[in-house]
């Protein structure tokens, strides 16, 4: 991790204990939780995935579209890091991927045939609970974490989850499993919206992604429902289409 300043992380921290806001959006949040990892330790990519109401993972956020698919793959073949991470609560540190298919024989071939070297895996929780976990994978540059950044980033994963956990009990009461159960049912509406301004624009999908996020905070709207304007009418959302 390169060295970063006290203020900059303190602003880090702010950005990911702040759910108290009105019309919180959890998908937005959730990417901005692994867009500011992945910069605070110049990550490759960084995925994160979250237990439904039924106790099993699932991808609900990603700084890249690449780390989405080998998410996905992860959770399909039920081995890889963030599983490890989320069943034992405990972080997954400094993994060569290259030396790991003893360990993970189907995902660590996929992972480093997607370009990438190492992982760390840190679990979403408070005291017992475990909610998720955060994958953060290095290139080949480099994506070795020292003694300094473990710490760092498993409070970054803690306090995430306590964010969650206090606005499912503060803002609505609700299940926290009810309401990650209704973000999971979004992120498919916001994967036909990607898909669609991609193709409108001949650009890739993640910066479709960008676009539609950078619409959504420049017209004070939740994410979800310019995704929905979106695949409905794309006429409702001039900027984009």
């Known amino acids: 991790m390169t060295t970063v300043s006290a203020e900059r992380l303190?602003?880090?921290?702010?950005?990911?204990?702040?759910t108290l806001v009105e019309q919180f959006d959890l998908l937005e949040?959730?990417?901005?939780?692994?867009?500011?990892?992945?910069?605070?330790?110049?990550?490759?990519?960084v995925g994160l995935v979250l237990a439904d109401k039924d106790g099993r993972l699932e991808f609900m956020a990603g700084s890249n579209e690449?780390?989405?698919?080998?998410?996905?793959?992860?959770?399909?073949?039920?081995?890889?890091?963030?599983?490890?991470?989320?069943?034992?609560?405990?972080?997954?540190?400094?993994?060569?991927?290259?030396e790991a298919a003893d360990r993970w024989p189907w995902f660590a071939p996929r992972a480093t045939a997607s370009g990438y070297q190492s992982v760390?895996?840190?679990?979403?929780?408070?005291?017992?609970?475990?909610?998720?976990?955060?994958?953060?994978?290095?290139?080949?540059?480099?994506g070795d974490f020292d003694e300094n950044d473990v710490p760092i980033v498993q409070a970054l994963a803690d306090?995430?989850?306590?964010?969650?956990?206090?606005?499912?009990?503060?803002?609505?009461?609700?299940?926290?499993?009810?309401?990650?159960?209704?973000?999971?049912?979004?992120?498919?509406v916001i994967e036909q919206a990607k898909g669609a301004i991609?193709?409108?624009?001949?650009?890739?999908?993640?910066?479709?992604?960008?676009?539609?996020?950078?619409?959504?905070?420049n017209n004070n709207k939740r994410l979800t429902d310019v995704a929905h304007a979106v695949v409905a009418d794309r006429t409702r959302v001039p900027g984009l289409a």
Not at 29 to 45: G, I
């Open 10 to 18: 303190a602003s880090i921290f702010v950005d990911v204990a702040d």
């Open 29 to 45: 949040f959730l990417h901005m939780l692994t867009d500011r990892t992945a910069d605070l330790v110049s990550a490759a990519a």
């Open 159 to 188: 306090v995430a989850a306590i964010s969650l956990l206090q606005e499912r009990a503060i803002r609505r009461g609700e299940v926290l499993t009810e309401q990650l159960q209704g973000a999971l049912n979004s992120r498919i």
């Open 66 to 98: 690449n780390v989405k698919l080998l998410e996905l793959f992860q959770l399909q073949t039920q081995q890889g890091p963030c599983l490890d991470a989320y069943r034992t609560g405990r972080p997954v540190i400094n993994v060569n991927l290259g």
């Open 120 to 142: 760390h895996a840190f679990p979403l929780r408070l005291r017992n609970q475990t909610i998720g976990a955060l994958n953060v994978f290095g290139s080949a540059e480099g």
């Open 198 to 217: 991609a193709q409108i624009h001949h650009i890739s999908v993640d910066e479709a992604f960008v676009r539609i996020r950078a619409y959504a905070r």
